[in-house]
Antibody
């Protein structure tokens, strides 16, 4: 059974830092790209960051670029999000999501097929 | 930046059909993906590549696309379908983008 378990959330002051972790199990972690997606209280989903299976390609949303760093340790089946210079607007439930890619002879497509339960980050003084 | 636009809310009576639109400039060339999120739960994929249902998703869920608008349709809506629904697309500049979400109320 595929499981994604986030941890590391909590209350932090504006300008502070936090490191989120996502422990993966039930699948071959080093074969999948991974993402972080967040959801502010009562708001919609916002994609945050993406990392390929080998960490050779990384993307960030403009809202976190320069402040957040995504990484992974395939030996530990873990995904991370280092969050620095945190702002009140970063307050959200942070999900890790597995991205699966499927290819035919003519094209490929991706989708988010498994999500964790999320870890809550609250930025407040 | 690329945006996907959804109505904030829609309502439907049990047993009726409801459609949730999602508009975006690139949807004419890109597939839409739809996620269902019930209160306190993580999102669940209900439609991928515009029209396809993952295994385990009831046949009453369907997807379509016309021009720059993708649509999620639920036929014979049940009370258990009450949830927030998000469309999502892939974008070469930002990787992934979500619509603002639509709250479906089954009256």
């Amino acid at each position: 059974e595929v499981q994604l378990v986030e941890s590391g959330g909590g209350l932090v002051q504006p300008g502070g830092s936090l490191r989120l972790s996502c422990a993966a199990s039930g699948f071959t972690f080093n074969s999948y790209s991974m993402n972080w997606v967040r959801q502010a209280p009562g708001k919609g989903l916002e994609w945050v960051s993406y990392i390929t299976s080998t960490s050779n390609t990384i993307y960030y949303a403009d809202s976190v670029k320069g402040r957040f760093t995504i990484s992974r340790d395939n030996a530990k089946n873990s995904l991370y999000l280092q969050m620095n210079s945190l702002r009140a607007e970063d307050t959200a439930l942070y999900y890790c999501a597995r991205e699966s890619q499927y290819c035919s002879s003519t094209s490929c497509y991706s989708l988010f097929d498994y999500w964790g339960q999320g870890t809550l980050v609250t930025v407040s003084s | 930046s690329y945006e996907l636009t959804q109505p904030p809310s829609v309502s439907v009576s049990p047993g009726q059909t409801v459609s949730i639109p999602c508009s975006g400039d690139k949807l004419g060339n890109e597939y839409a993906y739809w996620y269902q999120q019930k209160p306190g739960q993580s999102p669940v994929l209900v439609i991928y590549q515009g029209t396809k249902r993952p295994s385990g998703i009831p046949e009453r869920f369907s997807g379509s696309n016309s021009g720059n608008t993708a649509t999620l349709t639920i036929s014979g809506t049940q009370a258990m379908d009450e949830a927030d629904y998000y469309c999502q697309a892939w974008d070469t500049s930002t990787h992934a983008v979500f619509g603002g979400g639509t709250k479906l109320t089954v009256l």
